[in-house]
């Protein structure tokens, strides 16, 4: 099947059941300022789940492109993308369960023809803290279509412990609840959200990643990710709206916003596990072969380049045909780091020549049925990302010159983490050419010591601009400077519950999120995450103050401050402290009272010291809600969580 005729027979599909087709919203968000791009199909819908009249009706279908920045780095795998297109179909206080759950399978297996043995699905356990019963309805229709199709579908629970037990209708918890903000806990008020019943399609036990060590020896069900099963729908019944004072009412009409995703059904519809070996993909991929002169899977380190410059070259084309053109401003910072990342996995491959300006005709072939407007930008857009290639190629250009010269000046002239900083600070070069450069010369960098450089760094101008920002913090970096804080409880969280083996390797924070690297050795169980998580909530909510003291290197030391790389800090140090009594003294009274009750009998007092240049908030509630979003590992031995 191609793309449009998919596209076309699900807004078709559902046309026949009384919707009207919507084009698709901008993936610019239009009236929203709280996020940069639209990152689901219900985004540009919010209104209408509020209450206000959907000009087309209260049925409506669509195919909503999107963009996930934050997804960025996970590209390279067989499924994930940073632009995609998300199908939906949308209730507004019109139908519900019955006849979503019922148009949705019979689109899956009737019009798609899927085999319902490989469908498996999901429900809402419920969550007594906030009053929401157990979802007993989706599983009694799910049972009723399986039976339909002769297919007998049991009721399973703790399936995260007890794995699949020969089940087809899953209850889990909070992961089957749906709003912009996550979980039930997470979400502020005003904000709706509610139960969801998700889809999977099943590829087989073969599929399994068993050479996976992460999944090797884990229980495995249809929400494990370890590439038996794939998630390629998600019903959400948006009935609630959270309240001020944190409980959930029912919103005055109950809606569904069914999301599908585009580029999986359509890997599905042909039993294949890669989604860039469908039509959405394969013309680039093609494209890529042909000037680099290698094949598409013939190694795991080039499957990834040619996955990463497929889907970042086909992100950075439908950007601009929506006006996001490369720039180091908001969205078109996003457009250049894909530009430019593509430019440099196409080194990867063996591709010197310029590409960009070429391979945008491929891609506009793809949409301009379904996107018109695509093509009749297709100069533009070339224009567009043929001046940032030629701009990056400039950069590496000059990078290689002041390599040389160094090189030139001092014979024992060594590559390290500060010049690879210096390179990327003052040319924008980008640290994997610095090291590619280092190891032909039979040198060694890691990306540690670069981050440390840049830490050092960004600690110094951090200083010496908090002055300018004083009173009057913008919105992004006071989401900065909260998420800087939140490193400082994520690491004691760490040390408190998996151990003092703990270490900071090293972070990175934009305004949408905080990335944390560390030493352990294994995965962290959703228990420990969830301690995690809780330990840190607990933290904001006890109302601590930070604190700031400069002092010796030495007492820094003997205070029991750990440091992140000591011998790299000057003699002079900056100190944080989070909690505390002896800040006490400082605190208003009701800061006093509640920093008592959580830290009274533990010892040391304060629950973070830490060497660090700042900014930090002045007090952890003004941190507001985090959660946990991701964990990955980096390399063996070190761990990587996402928080928000
Ligand atoms: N809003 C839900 C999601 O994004 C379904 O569309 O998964």
Redesign the pocket.
């Given at each position: 099947m191609q793309p449009d005729e998919l596209r076309n027979l699900y807004l078709n599909s559902f046309k026949k059941y009384g919707h009207a087709i919507v084009p698709s919203a901008s993936i610019v968000p239009e009236n929203d300022p709280t996020t940069l791009f639209t990152?689901?199909?219900?985004q540009p819908m919010m209104e209408y789940f509020l209450g206000a009249p959907h000009p087309k009706g209260t049925r409506i279908v669509n195919s909503q492109i999107c963009f996930r920045s934050q997804d960025i780095e996970e590209v390279g795998d067989n499924r994930h993308t940073t632009f995609f297109e998300?199908l939906?179909n949308w209730s507004f206080g019109d139908y519900f369960k019955k006849e979503q759950l019922r148009w949705v399978f019979e689109f899956l297996t009737k019009n798609l023809g899927l085999d319902p043995q490989n469908l498996y699905v999901s429900a809402y356990e419920g969550n007594s803290k906030i009053g929401v019963d157990r979802d007993k309805e989706t599983p009694a229709i799910w049972k009723k279509l399986f039976a339909e199709v002769g297919i007998v579908a049991e009721v399973v629970e703790n399936a995260v412990e007890k794995g699949l037990q020969g089940g087809r209708i899953f209850y889990y918890g909070d992961g089957n609840w749906?709003s912009?903000a996550g979980a039930p806990k997470n979400m502020p008020a005003g904000e709706p959200g509610g139960p969801?019943s998700?889809i999977f399609y099943d590829f087989g036990v073969d599929r399994r990643l068993h050479e996976n060590s992460e999944f090797k020896n884990k229980v495995c069900h249809i929400n494990c990710d370890c590439g038996r099963f794939l998630e390629i729908?998600?019903?959400?019944f948006m009935q609630y709206q959270k309240q001020e004072d944190g409980s959930f009412a029912e919103l005055p009409k109950k809606n569904v916003?069914?999301?599908?995703g585009f580029e999986r059904i359509l890997a599905v519809t042909q039993d294949e596990i890669d989604i860039f070996k469908t039509g959405l993909f394969s013309p680039i991929i093609m494209y890529l072969e042909k000037i680099s002169g290698q094949k598409y899977n013939a190694s795991e380190d080039s499957t990834r380049s040619f996955r990463v410059i497929a889907d970042h070259m086909r992100a950075a084309v439908m950007l601009a045909a929506n006006g996001v053109y490369p720039s180091n401003k908001k969205q078109g910072y996003f457009a250049r780091r894909l530009v430019r990342r593509s430019i440099r996995y196409a080194k990867m491959i063996g591709i010197d020549q310029l590409f960009t300006a070429d391979l945008v005709p491929v891609i506009v072939e793809i949409y301009k049925d379904s996107y018109p407007d695509v093509s009749q930008k297709l100069v533009q857009i070339q224009n567009a990302l043929a001046l940032e290639e030629n701009k990056f190629v400039k950069t590496i250009e000059k990078g290689l010159k002041v390599i040389e010269k160094y090189q030139e000046a001092k014979e024992s002239f060594v590559i390290d983490g500060i010049t690879a900083f210096k390179l990327y600070e003052t040319y924008g070069f980008p640290f994997e050419l610095t090291q590619e450069i280092a190891q032909e010369k039979g040198q060694k960098i890691s990306l540690e010591e670069f981050e440390i450089a840049k830490k050092l760094h960004s600690d110094q101008s951090r200083s010496s601009s908090a002055d300018k920002f004083k009173g009057g913090l913008q919105d992004s970096s006071e989401q900065t400077t909260k998420y800087h804080t939140t490193t400082h409880l994520l690491h004691a969280a760490l040390r408190k519950i998996l151990g003092k083996h703990v270490q900071q390797k090293g972070s990175n924070i934009t305004v949408d999120r905080l990335r944390f690297d560390f030493s352990h050795p294994q995965a962290l169980t959703q228990e420990e995450k969830q301690k995690i998580q809780d330990q840190i909530t607990t933290w904001i909510e006890a109302v601590l103050p930070v604190t700031v003291a400069h002092m010796s290197k030495e007492e820094a030391l003997k205070s029991g401050a750990i440091a992140f790389f000591i011998e790299k800090y000057p003699d002079e140090v900056t100190v944080y402290t989070i909690g505390g009594k002896q800040d006490l003294t400082a605190s208003a009274e009701n800061l006093a009272d509640s920093v008592q009750k959580t830290d009274e009998n533990t010892s040391p007092d304060w629950i973070s010291k830490e060497f660090c240049g700042g900014p930090h908030v002045k007090n952890t509630s003004e941190i507001g809600k985090i959660e946990i979003f991701r964990e990955k590992a980096v390399s063996a031995g070190t761990r990587r969580l996402y928080l928000r």
């Amino acid at each position: 099947m191609q793309p449009d005729e998919l596209r076309n027979l699900y807004l078709n599909s559902f046309k026949k059941y009384g919707h009207a087709i919507v084009p698709s919203a901008s993936i610019v968000p239009e009236n929203d300022p709280t996020t940069l791009f639209t990152g689901s199909g219900m985004q540009p819908m919010m209104e209408y789940f509020l209450g206000a009249p959907h000009p087309k009706g209260t049925r409506i279908v669509n195919s909503q492109i999107c963009f996930r920045s934050q997804d960025i780095e996970e590209v390279g795998d067989n499924r994930h993308t940073t632009f995609f297109e998300m199908l939906g179909n949308w209730s507004f206080g019109d139908y519900f369960k019955k006849e979503q759950l019922r148009w949705v399978f019979e689109f899956l297996t009737k019009n798609l023809g899927l085999d319902p043995q490989n469908l498996y699905v999901s429900a809402y356990e419920g969550n007594s803290k906030i009053g929401v019963d157990r979802d007993k309805e989706t599983p009694a229709i799910w049972k009723k279509l399986f039976a339909e199709v002769g297919i007998v579908a049991e009721v399973v629970e703790n399936a995260v412990e007890k794995g699949l037990q020969g089940g087809r209708i899953f209850y889990y918890g909070d992961g089957n609840w749906w709003s912009r903000a996550g979980a039930p806990k997470n979400m502020p008020a005003g904000e709706p959200g509610g139960p969801d019943s998700e889809i999977f399609y099943d590829f087989g036990v073969d599929r399994r990643l068993h050479e996976n060590s992460e999944f090797k020896n884990k229980v495995c069900h249809i929400n494990c990710d370890c590439g038996r099963f794939l998630e390629i729908g998600n019903s959400v019944f948006m009935q609630y709206q959270k309240q001020e004072d944190g409980s959930f009412a029912e919103l005055p009409k109950k809606n569904v916003d069914f999301g599908g995703g585009f580029e999986r059904i359509l890997a599905v519809t042909q039993d294949e596990i890669d989604i860039f070996k469908t039509g959405l993909f394969s013309p680039i991929i093609m494209y890529l072969e042909k000037i680099s002169g290698q094949k598409y899977n013939a190694s795991e380190d080039s499957t990834r380049s040619f996955r990463v410059i497929a889907d970042h070259m086909r992100a950075a084309v439908m950007l601009a045909a929506n006006g996001v053109y490369p720039s180091n401003k908001k969205q078109g910072y996003f457009a250049r780091r894909l530009v430019r990342r593509s430019i440099r996995y196409a080194k990867m491959i063996g591709i010197d020549q310029l590409f960009t300006a070429d391979l945008v005709p491929v891609i506009v072939e793809i949409y301009k049925d379904s996107y018109p407007d695509v093509s009749q930008k297709l100069v533009q857009i070339q224009n567009a990302l043929a001046l940032e290639e030629n701009k990056f190629v400039k950069t590496i250009e000059k990078g290689l010159k002041v390599i040389e010269k160094y090189q030139e000046a001092k014979e024992s002239f060594v590559i390290d983490g500060i010049t690879a900083f210096k390179l990327y600070e003052t040319y924008g070069f980008p640290f994997e050419l610095t090291q590619e450069i280092a190891q032909e010369k039979g040198q060694k960098i890691s990306l540690e010591e670069f981050e440390i450089a840049k830490k050092l760094h960004s600690d110094q101008s951090r200083s010496s601009s908090a002055d300018k920002f004083k009173g009057g913090l913008q919105d992004s970096s006071e989401q900065t400077t909260k998420y800087h804080t939140t490193t400082h409880l994520l690491h004691a969280a760490l040390r408190k519950i998996l151990g003092k083996h703990v270490q900071q390797k090293g972070s990175n924070i934009t305004v949408d999120r905080l990335r944390f690297d560390f030493s352990h050795p294994q995965a962290l169980t959703q228990e420990e995450k969830q301690k995690i998580q809780d330990q840190i909530t607990t933290w904001i909510e006890a109302v601590l103050p930070v604190t700031v003291a400069h002092m010796s290197k030495e007492e820094a030391l003997k205070s029991g401050a750990i440091a992140f790389f000591i011998e790299k800090y000057p003699d002079e140090v900056t100190v944080y402290t989070i909690g505390g009594k002896q800040d006490l003294t400082a605190s208003a009274e009701n800061l006093a009272d509640s920093v008592q009750k959580t830290d009274e009998n533990t010892s040391p007092d304060w629950i973070s010291k830490e060497f660090c240049g700042g900014p930090h908030v002045k007090n952890t509630s003004e941190i507001g809600k985090i959660e946990i979003f991701r964990e990955k590992a980096v390399s063996a031995g070190t761990r990587r969580l996402y928080l928000r």
